[in-house]
Protein backbone atom coordinates (compact mmCIF):
# COMPACT_ATOMS: atom_id res chain seq x y z
CA UNK A 1 0.00 0.00 0.00
CA UNK A 2 1.23 3.50 -1.10
CA UNK A 3 1.37 5.45 2.41
CA UNK A 4 2.61 8.69 0.57
CA UNK A 5 0.29 11.70 0.94
CA UNK A 6 0.24 15.01 -0.80
CA UNK A 7 -0.97 18.54 -0.43
CA UNK A 8 -3.65 20.58 -2.58
CA UNK A 9 -1.02 22.45 -3.89
CA UNK A 10 1.18 19.41 -5.44
CA UNK A 11 -2.26 17.96 -6.68
CA UNK A 12 -3.16 21.64 -8.61
CA UNK A 13 0.38 21.29 -10.29
CA UNK A 14 -0.20 17.57 -11.09
CA UNK A 15 -2.97 18.27 -12.94
CA UNK A 16 -1.42 21.94 -14.31
CA UNK A 17 1.72 20.96 -15.23
CA UNK A 18 2.47 17.12 -14.94
CA UNK A 19 5.68 17.53 -16.04
CA UNK A 20 7.12 19.10 -13.21
CA UNK A 21 7.03 15.41 -11.55
CA UNK A 22 9.11 12.49 -12.81
CA UNK A 23 8.01 9.75 -14.24
CA UNK A 24 8.10 7.74 -10.80
CA UNK A 25 6.70 10.56 -8.95
CA UNK A 26 3.53 10.63 -11.30
CA UNK A 27 3.12 6.65 -10.80
CA UNK A 28 2.99 7.25 -7.11
CA UNK A 29 0.47 10.03 -7.37
CA UNK A 30 -1.92 7.89 -9.57
CA UNK A 31 -1.59 4.92 -6.51
CA UNK A 32 -2.45 7.85 -4.32
CA UNK A 33 -5.45 8.87 -5.97
CA UNK A 34 -6.55 5.33 -6.64
CA UNK A 35 -6.67 4.74 -3.04
CA UNK A 36 -7.87 8.01 -1.67
CA UNK A 37 -11.47 8.85 -3.31
CA UNK A 38 -11.63 12.42 -1.78
CA UNK A 39 -8.17 13.29 -3.44
CA UNK A 40 -9.50 11.54 -6.79
CA UNK A 41 -12.76 13.82 -6.71
CA UNK A 42 -10.32 16.95 -6.20
CA UNK A 43 -8.12 15.90 -8.56
CA UNK A 44 -11.14 15.16 -11.61
CA UNK A 45 -13.23 18.23 -10.20
CA UNK A 46 -9.75 20.20 -11.30
CA UNK A 47 -9.21 19.11 -14.42
CA UNK A 48 -13.10 19.62 -15.56
CA UNK A 49 -12.24 23.10 -13.70
CA UNK A 50 -9.56 23.92 -16.40
CA UNK A 51 -10.95 21.83 -19.52
CA UNK A 52 -13.96 24.23 -18.90
CA UNK A 53 -11.75 27.73 -18.49
CA UNK A 54 -9.84 26.26 -21.53
CA UNK A 55 -12.53 25.98 -23.47
CA UNK A 56 -14.64 29.13 -22.46
CA UNK A 57 -11.24 31.49 -23.21
CA UNK A 58 -10.75 29.96 -26.66
CA UNK A 59 -14.47 30.69 -27.57
CA UNK A 60 -15.71 33.54 -29.41
CA UNK A 61 -16.11 36.16 -26.45
CA UNK A 62 -20.37 36.37 -25.59
CA UNK A 63 -21.92 40.01 -25.22
CA UNK A 64 -22.23 39.43 -21.34
CA UNK A 65 -17.87 38.34 -21.62
CA UNK A 66 -17.49 41.75 -22.96
CA UNK A 67 -19.98 43.10 -20.53
CA UNK A 68 -17.87 42.09 -17.78
CA UNK A 69 -14.38 43.50 -19.38
CA UNK A 70 -15.84 46.96 -19.83
CA UNK A 71 -17.02 47.04 -15.90
CA UNK A 72 -13.51 45.54 -15.06
CA UNK A 73 -11.91 48.23 -17.20
CA UNK A 74 -14.24 51.36 -15.75
CA UNK A 75 -13.87 50.20 -12.08
CA UNK A 76 -12.01 52.30 -9.61
CA UNK A 77 -12.06 48.88 -7.40
CA UNK A 78 -8.74 46.43 -7.53
CA UNK A 79 -10.65 43.48 -8.65
CA UNK A 80 -7.77 41.05 -7.76
CA UNK A 81 -7.45 40.48 -3.95
CA UNK A 82 -4.51 41.68 -1.82
CA UNK A 83 -1.86 39.28 -1.05
CA UNK A 84 -3.37 39.35 2.58
CA UNK A 85 -6.82 38.44 1.51
CA UNK A 86 -5.47 35.47 -0.77
CA UNK A 87 -3.74 33.76 2.66
CA UNK A 88 -7.28 33.62 3.62
CA UNK A 89 -10.13 31.32 3.28
CA UNK A 90 -11.71 31.31 -0.30
CA UNK A 91 -14.86 32.32 1.00
CA UNK A 92 -12.95 35.70 2.03
CA UNK A 93 -11.12 36.11 -0.96
CA UNK A 94 -14.50 36.37 -2.99
CA UNK A 95 -16.64 37.89 -0.71
CA UNK A 96 -15.83 41.17 -1.95
CA UNK A 97 -15.60 40.37 -5.84
CA UNK A 98 -18.31 37.93 -6.41
CA UNK A 99 -21.28 40.95 -5.62
CA UNK A 100 -18.90 43.30 -8.15
CA UNK A 101 -20.73 41.69 -11.52
CA UNK A 102 -23.88 39.34 -11.82
CA UNK A 103 -23.51 38.26 -15.39
CA UNK A 104 -25.21 35.15 -16.05
CA UNK A 105 -23.49 32.18 -17.60
CA UNK A 106 -20.53 34.11 -18.30
CA UNK A 107 -16.74 33.20 -17.77
CA UNK A 108 -16.34 35.33 -14.55
CA UNK A 109 -19.82 33.87 -13.25
CA UNK A 110 -18.60 30.16 -13.59
CA UNK A 111 -15.19 30.99 -11.51
CA UNK A 112 -17.18 32.90 -8.71
CA UNK A 113 -19.68 29.64 -8.90
CA UNK A 114 -17.41 27.16 -8.84
CA UNK A 115 -15.31 28.91 -5.80
CA UNK A 116 -18.14 28.99 -3.55
CA UNK A 117 -19.42 25.52 -4.50
CA UNK A 118 -16.08 23.46 -3.84
CA UNK A 119 -14.19 23.47 -0.96
CA UNK A 120 -11.01 24.58 -2.21
CA UNK A 121 -8.84 26.62 0.25
CA UNK A 122 -5.42 27.26 -1.04
CA UNK A 123 -3.66 30.29 -2.58
CA UNK A 124 -3.06 28.33 -5.30
CA UNK A 125 -6.13 28.33 -6.96
CA UNK A 126 -6.54 32.20 -6.19
CA UNK A 127 -3.74 32.91 -8.35
CA UNK A 128 -5.37 30.60 -11.31
CA UNK A 129 -8.32 32.79 -10.52
CA UNK A 130 -6.31 36.01 -11.23
CA UNK A 131 -4.36 34.14 -14.15
CA UNK A 132 -7.90 33.54 -16.16
CA UNK A 133 -8.95 36.98 -15.47
CA UNK A 134 -5.78 37.74 -17.32
CA UNK A 135 -6.17 36.31 -19.91
CA UNK A 136 -10.05 37.13 -20.08
CA UNK A 137 -8.57 40.79 -20.42
CA UNK A 138 -6.27 39.76 -23.18
CA UNK A 139 -9.29 37.97 -25.10
CA UNK A 140 -11.98 40.58 -24.87
CA UNK A 141 -10.13 43.36 -23.82
CA UNK A 142 -12.44 46.57 -24.27
CA UNK A 143 -11.42 49.36 -26.62
CA UNK A 144 -9.89 52.39 -25.10
CA UNK A 145 -9.30 55.78 -26.63
CA UNK A 146 -6.07 56.64 -26.21
CA UNK A 147 -6.14 60.25 -27.85
CA UNK A 148 -5.35 62.73 -25.65
CA UNK A 149 -8.52 65.18 -25.18
CA UNK A 150 -7.64 67.45 -21.99
CA UNK A 151 -5.11 68.08 -19.30
CA UNK A 152 -4.16 69.53 -16.25
CA UNK A 153 -1.72 70.56 -13.56
CA UNK A 154 -2.61 70.03 -10.15
CA UNK A 155 -0.85 69.20 -6.97
CA UNK A 156 2.55 69.24 -8.82
CA UNK A 157 1.36 66.92 -11.32
CA UNK A 158 0.61 67.00 -14.98
CA UNK A 159 -2.47 64.39 -16.10
CA UNK A 160 -3.48 63.66 -19.75
CA UNK A 161 -7.07 62.72 -20.22
CA UNK A 162 -8.90 61.39 -23.55
CA UNK A 163 -12.46 62.33 -24.47
CA UNK A 164 -14.01 60.01 -21.78
CA UNK A 165 -12.12 61.82 -18.99
CA UNK A 166 -9.90 57.73 -18.50
CA UNK A 167 -6.01 59.03 -17.67
CA UNK A 168 -3.86 58.75 -20.54
CA UNK A 169 -0.47 58.98 -18.59
CA UNK A 170 0.92 61.69 -16.07
CA UNK A 171 3.83 63.79 -15.76
CA UNK A 172 5.17 65.79 -12.85
CA UNK A 173 5.24 69.40 -12.24
CA UNK A 174 6.89 70.50 -9.53
CA UNK A 175 5.88 74.42 -8.61
CA UNK A 176 3.79 74.75 -11.52
CA UNK A 177 0.46 76.25 -11.16
CA UNK A 178 -2.80 74.93 -11.29
CA UNK A 179 -4.05 75.23 -14.49
CA UNK A 180 -5.94 73.43 -17.23
CA UNK A 181 -7.59 74.21 -21.12
CA UNK A 182 -10.09 76.37 -19.19
CA UNK A 183 -8.19 78.26 -16.76
CA UNK A 184 -8.62 81.61 -18.13
CA UNK A 185 -6.97 83.39 -15.17
CA UNK A 186 -3.52 82.25 -15.80
CA UNK A 187 -3.85 83.20 -19.93
CA UNK A 188 -1.51 85.80 -18.53
CA UNK A 189 1.07 83.33 -16.75
CA UNK A 190 3.30 80.95 -18.91
CA UNK A 191 1.76 78.40 -20.53
CA UNK A 192 2.39 74.92 -19.03
CA UNK A 193 1.16 72.36 -21.79
CA UNK A 194 -0.76 72.29 -25.29
CA UNK A 195 -2.49 69.50 -27.06
CA UNK A 196 -2.10 69.27 -30.96
CA UNK A 197 -1.55 66.81 -33.70
CA UNK A 198 2.20 67.49 -34.33
CA UNK A 199 2.99 65.19 -36.91
CA UNK A 200 -0.37 64.98 -38.69
CA UNK A 201 -1.38 61.15 -38.11
CA UNK A 202 -4.44 61.46 -36.36
CA UNK A 203 -3.61 61.37 -32.74
CA UNK A 204 -2.58 64.66 -30.51
CA UNK A 205 0.46 64.79 -29.07
CA UNK A 206 1.03 66.76 -25.79
CA UNK A 207 3.76 69.48 -25.51
CA UNK A 208 4.75 70.60 -21.72
CA UNK A 209 6.57 73.42 -21.03
CA UNK A 210 6.07 72.52 -16.84
CA UNK A 211 7.77 75.70 -14.81
CA UNK A 212 8.54 76.34 -11.47
CA UNK A 213 7.39 79.58 -10.82
CA UNK A 214 10.24 80.18 -8.28
CA UNK A 215 12.74 79.51 -10.86
CA UNK A 216 11.40 80.59 -14.23
CA UNK A 217 14.69 81.24 -15.57
CA UNK A 218 14.91 77.33 -16.15
CA UNK A 219 11.62 77.45 -18.18
CA UNK A 220 13.26 77.29 -21.82
CA UNK A 221 12.88 73.97 -23.03
CA UNK A 222 9.54 72.26 -24.78
CA UNK A 223 9.26 68.16 -24.31
CA UNK A 224 6.83 66.31 -26.66
CA UNK A 225 5.27 63.11 -25.29
CA UNK A 226 3.36 60.57 -27.43
CA UNK A 227 -0.28 59.73 -26.60
CA UNK A 228 1.35 57.19 -24.20
CA UNK A 229 3.08 59.64 -22.22
CA UNK A 230 6.88 58.25 -25.05
CA UNK A 231 9.34 61.32 -25.12
CA UNK A 232 9.32 62.15 -28.47
CA UNK A 233 11.97 65.17 -28.92
CA UNK A 234 12.84 68.29 -26.79
CA UNK A 235 13.51 71.63 -28.06
CA UNK A 236 15.70 74.38 -26.75
CA UNK A 237 16.48 78.04 -28.36
CA UNK A 238 19.64 78.21 -29.58
CA UNK A 239 20.19 81.37 -30.02
CA UNK A 240 20.73 84.32 -27.17
CA UNK A 241 18.52 87.60 -27.25
CA UNK A 242 21.74 89.39 -25.96
CA UNK A 243 23.49 89.06 -29.25
CA UNK A 244 20.68 91.00 -31.93
CA UNK A 245 22.32 94.75 -31.39
CA UNK A 246 23.50 97.36 -28.84
CA UNK A 247 19.70 97.49 -27.47
CA UNK A 248 19.18 94.32 -25.94
CA UNK A 249 22.64 93.99 -24.17
CA UNK A 250 20.64 94.54 -20.68
CA UNK A 251 19.02 90.05 -21.98
CA UNK A 252 20.42 87.75 -19.98
CA UNK A 253 18.94 84.46 -21.35
CA UNK A 254 15.66 82.78 -23.22
CA UNK A 255 12.60 81.76 -21.40
CA UNK A 256 9.79 79.91 -23.02
CA UNK A 257 5.92 82.44 -22.65
CA UNK A 258 3.74 80.61 -24.86
CA UNK A 259 3.88 77.94 -27.64
CA UNK A 260 1.42 77.05 -30.63
CA UNK A 261 1.19 74.44 -33.47
CA UNK A 262 -0.36 74.82 -36.84
CA UNK A 263 -0.30 75.69 -40.15
CA UNK A 264 -1.58 78.38 -42.42
CA UNK A 265 -4.62 76.55 -44.56
CA UNK A 266 -5.24 72.50 -43.25
CA UNK A 267 -2.93 71.48 -45.95
CA UNK A 268 -0.18 72.58 -44.80
CA UNK A 269 2.72 70.93 -42.74
CA UNK A 270 2.24 72.19 -39.60
CA UNK A 271 5.16 74.34 -38.03
CA UNK A 272 6.06 75.16 -33.71
CA UNK A 273 5.68 78.63 -33.18
CA UNK A 274 7.25 79.59 -29.55
CA UNK A 275 7.22 82.75 -27.88
CA UNK A 276 10.57 83.46 -26.40
CA UNK A 277 11.24 86.74 -24.11
CA UNK A 278 13.98 87.93 -21.62
CA UNK A 279 13.05 87.53 -17.96
CA UNK A 280 12.66 90.80 -17.58
CA UNK A 281 10.07 90.61 -20.36
CA UNK A 282 11.75 92.52 -22.87
CA UNK A 283 13.60 91.78 -25.79
CA UNK A 284 11.49 89.28 -26.95
CA UNK A 285 10.56 86.79 -30.60
CA UNK A 286 8.75 84.54 -32.08
CA UNK A 287 10.43 81.56 -33.65
CA UNK A 288 8.97 79.30 -36.35
CA UNK A 289 10.54 75.76 -35.45
CA UNK A 290 10.36 73.26 -38.45
CA UNK A 291 8.91 69.80 -36.44
CA UNK A 292 10.49 67.31 -39.01
CA UNK A 293 14.16 68.86 -37.78
CA UNK A 294 14.00 71.05 -35.26
CA UNK A 295 15.58 73.77 -36.72
CA UNK A 296 15.10 77.54 -36.70
CA UNK A 297 13.88 78.63 -39.97
CA UNK A 298 12.29 82.11 -38.82
CA UNK A 299 12.70 84.54 -35.97
CA UNK A 300 10.20 87.31 -35.98
CA UNK A 301 11.70 90.14 -32.94
CA UNK A 302 9.70 92.54 -30.74
CA UNK A 303 10.19 95.89 -29.01
CA UNK A 304 8.87 94.52 -24.97
CA UNK A 305 7.20 91.35 -24.52
CA UNK A 306 5.42 88.47 -26.15
CA UNK A 307 3.34 86.47 -23.90
CA UNK A 308 0.36 84.99 -25.65
CA UNK A 309 0.23 83.40 -29.40
CA UNK A 310 -2.41 81.72 -31.05
CA UNK A 311 -3.19 80.60 -34.69
CA UNK A 312 -6.35 81.93 -35.63
CA UNK A 313 -7.71 83.32 -39.00
CA UNK A 314 -8.36 86.78 -38.24
CA UNK A 315 -9.77 88.08 -41.48
CA UNK A 316 -11.87 84.87 -42.22
CA UNK A 317 -10.24 84.49 -45.71
CA UNK A 318 -9.33 80.95 -45.28
CA UNK A 319 -6.19 81.20 -44.36
CA UNK A 320 -4.87 81.14 -40.78
CA UNK A 321 -2.73 84.25 -39.15
CA UNK A 322 -0.08 84.20 -36.43
CA UNK A 323 -1.96 86.06 -33.37
CA UNK A 324 0.46 87.51 -30.84
CA UNK A 325 -0.34 90.23 -27.80
CA UNK A 326 2.01 91.31 -24.61
CA UNK A 327 3.30 95.07 -24.23
CA UNK A 328 4.89 97.71 -26.25
CA UNK A 329 7.94 99.01 -24.18
CA UNK A 330 8.12 101.84 -26.50
CA UNK A 331 4.81 102.81 -26.73
CA UNK A 332 4.05 101.77 -23.25
CA UNK A 333 0.66 99.80 -23.81
CA UNK A 334 -1.21 96.48 -24.58
CA UNK A 335 -0.82 95.32 -28.05
CA UNK A 336 -2.38 92.90 -30.20
CA UNK A 337 -1.00 91.88 -33.81
CA UNK A 338 -1.15 89.74 -36.74
CA UNK A 339 1.41 88.19 -38.78
CA UNK A 340 1.79 86.13 -41.77
CA UNK A 341 2.89 82.83 -40.77
CA UNK A 342 4.83 82.00 -43.72
CA UNK A 343 6.99 85.02 -43.43
CA UNK A 344 7.95 86.14 -39.91
CA UNK A 345 11.36 86.42 -40.24
CA UNK A 346 12.63 90.05 -39.52
CA UNK A 347 11.51 92.44 -36.80
CA UNK A 348 7.92 94.43 -35.76
CA UNK A 349 6.78 97.02 -38.35
CA UNK A 350 6.63 99.20 -35.55
CA UNK A 351 10.30 99.23 -34.08
CA UNK A 352 12.30 102.53 -34.20
CA UNK A 353 15.84 102.45 -32.84
CA UNK A 354 15.73 98.88 -30.95
CA UNK A 355 17.29 95.39 -33.80
CA UNK A 356 18.43 98.33 -35.95
CA UNK A 357 20.01 95.81 -38.40
CA UNK A 358 17.16 93.45 -38.96
CA UNK A 359 14.32 94.26 -41.63
CA UNK A 360 10.55 95.08 -40.98
CA UNK A 361 8.15 92.61 -41.16
CA UNK A 362 4.89 94.08 -42.21
CA UNK A 363 2.06 92.68 -39.41
CA UNK A 364 -1.92 92.41 -41.40
CA UNK A 365 -2.46 94.53 -38.22
CA UNK A 366 -0.95 95.82 -35.08
CA UNK A 367 -3.61 97.35 -32.43
CA UNK A 368 -2.69 99.19 -29.38
CA UNK A 369 -4.66 99.37 -26.29
CA UNK A 370 -3.53 102.71 -24.29
CA UNK A 371 -3.89 102.05 -19.81
CA UNK A 372 -7.23 103.74 -18.86
CA UNK A 373 -6.77 106.67 -16.32
CA UNK A 374 -7.61 104.82 -13.37
CA UNK A 375 -4.33 102.67 -13.82
CA UNK A 376 -2.55 105.89 -14.81
CA UNK A 377 -3.55 107.29 -11.47
CA UNK A 378 -2.48 104.58 -9.28
CA UNK A 379 0.23 102.18 -11.16
CA UNK A 380 3.98 102.86 -10.19
CA UNK A 381 4.83 101.57 -13.89
CA UNK A 382 3.38 103.63 -17.02
CA UNK A 383 1.86 100.54 -18.57
CA UNK A 384 -1.03 98.27 -18.43
CA UNK A 385 -0.94 94.52 -19.03
CA UNK A 386 -1.97 92.01 -20.75
CA UNK A 387 -4.33 89.43 -19.54
CA UNK A 388 -6.45 87.42 -21.61
CA UNK A 389 -5.89 86.73 -25.47
CA UNK A 390 -8.76 84.45 -26.94
CA UNK A 391 -9.50 84.15 -30.64
CA UNK A 392 -13.28 83.71 -31.27
CA UNK A 393 -15.24 82.39 -34.15
CA UNK A 394 -19.02 83.07 -33.31
CA UNK A 395 -20.53 85.35 -35.87
CA UNK A 396 -18.23 87.75 -36.82
CA UNK A 397 -15.94 88.04 -33.34
CA UNK A 398 -12.52 87.12 -34.16
CA UNK A 399 -10.84 88.44 -30.94
CA UNK A 400 -11.32 88.44 -27.41
CA UNK A 401 -8.64 90.80 -25.35
CA UNK A 402 -8.61 91.97 -21.24
CA UNK A 403 -6.57 93.82 -20.25
CA UNK A 404 -5.45 94.09 -16.63
CA UNK A 405 -6.16 97.74 -15.35
CA UNK A 406 -5.69 97.08 -11.24
CA UNK A 407 -1.88 98.60 -10.03
CA UNK A 408 0.05 95.63 -8.64
CA UNK A 409 1.74 98.12 -6.14
CA UNK A 410 -2.23 99.20 -4.78
CA UNK A 411 -4.00 95.76 -5.19
CA UNK A 412 -2.01 92.89 -4.97
CA UNK A 413 -2.51 89.73 -6.63
CA UNK A 414 -5.35 90.90 -7.75
CA UNK A 415 -6.36 90.97 -11.94
CA UNK A 416 -8.60 92.27 -14.08
CA UNK A 417 -9.64 95.33 -16.78
CA UNK A 418 -11.12 96.38 -19.57
CA UNK A 419 -12.39 93.50 -22.09
CA UNK A 420 -12.62 94.28 -26.07
CA UNK A 421 -13.66 92.02 -28.87
CA UNK A 422 -13.01 92.59 -32.43
CA UNK A 423 -14.65 91.71 -35.26
CA UNK A 424 -12.88 90.45 -38.20
CA UNK A 425 -12.77 93.91 -40.23
CA UNK A 426 -10.99 94.85 -37.06
CA UNK A 427 -13.92 97.10 -35.63
CA UNK A 428 -14.73 97.08 -32.04
CA UNK A 429 -17.71 95.26 -31.07
CA UNK A 430 -17.98 95.18 -27.78
CA UNK A 431 -15.93 96.82 -24.98
CA UNK A 432 -16.72 96.27 -21.45
CA UNK A 433 -15.53 95.84 -17.85
CA UNK A 434 -14.50 92.76 -15.83
CA UNK A 435 -16.09 91.86 -12.60
CA UNK A 436 -13.43 92.12 -10.36
CA UNK A 437 -12.17 95.70 -12.23
CA UNK A 438 -15.84 96.94 -12.20
CA UNK A 439 -15.81 95.84 -8.22
CA UNK A 440 -13.02 97.78 -7.28
CA UNK A 441 -12.94 100.35 -9.34
CA UNK A 442 -16.51 101.33 -7.95
CA UNK A 443 -15.44 100.69 -4.22
CA UNK A 444 -12.68 103.48 -4.97
CA UNK A 445 -14.62 105.76 -6.58
CA UNK A 446 -16.66 105.96 -3.71
CA UNK A 447 -14.29 106.12 -0.99
CA UNK A 448 -11.23 108.29 -2.85
CA UNK A 449 -12.49 110.10 -5.68
CA UNK A 450 -16.08 110.68 -7.00
CA UNK A 451 -15.16 113.06 -9.71
CA UNK A 452 -13.91 109.83 -11.44
CA UNK A 453 -16.10 109.00 -14.37
CA UNK A 454 -19.21 106.31 -14.35
CA UNK A 455 -18.09 102.80 -16.09
CA UNK A 456 -21.24 103.82 -18.20
CA UNK A 457 -21.65 102.89 -21.80
CA UNK A 458 -20.51 106.68 -22.31
CA UNK A 459 -17.30 105.98 -20.40
CA UNK A 460 -16.64 102.24 -22.63
CA UNK A 461 -17.32 104.55 -26.24
CA UNK A 462 -14.50 106.55 -24.84
CA UNK A 463 -11.91 103.87 -24.89
CA UNK A 464 -13.10 102.77 -27.53
CA UNK A 465 -12.14 105.93 -29.34
CA UNK A 466 -8.89 106.24 -27.73
CA UNK A 467 -7.48 102.76 -29.39
CA UNK A 468 -4.81 103.07 -31.89
CA UNK A 469 -3.90 101.35 -35.20
CA UNK A 470 -0.83 100.87 -37.05
CA UNK A 471 -1.11 101.99 -40.87
CA UNK A 472 1.66 101.13 -41.94
CA UNK A 473 3.35 104.63 -41.19
CA UNK A 474 2.35 105.77 -38.19
CA UNK A 475 -0.40 105.39 -35.53
CA UNK A 476 -4.15 106.06 -36.15
CA UNK A 477 -7.09 106.31 -34.15
CA UNK A 478 -9.80 104.37 -36.49
CA UNK A 479 -9.88 100.58 -38.11
CA UNK A 480 -7.32 99.47 -40.57
CA UNK A 481 -5.08 97.02 -41.65
CA UNK A 482 -1.72 98.00 -42.33
CA UNK A 483 -1.56 99.18 -45.75
CA UNK A 484 2.75 97.99 -46.67
CA UNK A 485 0.80 94.40 -45.99
CA UNK A 486 -2.54 94.86 -47.72
CA UNK A 487 -1.93 97.54 -49.88
CA UNK A 488 -5.28 99.06 -48.97
CA UNK A 489 -6.71 102.25 -47.86
CA UNK A 490 -8.26 102.24 -44.66
CA UNK A 491 -11.40 101.04 -43.36
CA UNK A 492 -14.15 103.20 -42.96
Not at 205 to 226: G, M, P
Not at 303 to 317: M, S
Not at 325 to 348: L, R, W
Not at 465 to 485: A, C, H, I, L, S
Request: proline letters at 4%; glycine letters at 4%; hydrophobic letters at 35%.
Amino acid sequence: MNNLTFTEEELDLFVCEPEQFSEQQQKEIEQYLAQNTVADEYVQKQRLFYQEMDKRIHAEPSSLDKQFAEQISTSNQKFLPSLGLMKSEKEEVFSGYSELFEVRQSLPQRFIRYARVYPIQTTSYVATIAAALVLLFTVIKPTVDGNPSYAETKNNVLTVYNTQGQILFTKPAAGTPDYNLNTESNNQFIRPFLIADVNRDGTNEVLTNLYNQKNVLATNTLICYSNQGREMWKYTPTFDLSDIDNGSKTATRSVIFDFAVGGATKTDQPKLFVAVADPTFSPSCVVKVNLQTLSEEQRYWHTGGINKIFIHDVNADGKAELLIAGINDNIDMVFVAGINMESIDGKTSTSNEQFSTIRKVNELFYCMLPPIEFYEKLAATKFNTLWILKPLSYGESAIDIETSEIPNNVYDNTQGGIHYIFDNNLKISSVSASSNFEKIYNEYRESKDRSMDLLTQTYFEKLKQNVRWWDGEKFVNYPTFNKQYKKEQPLP
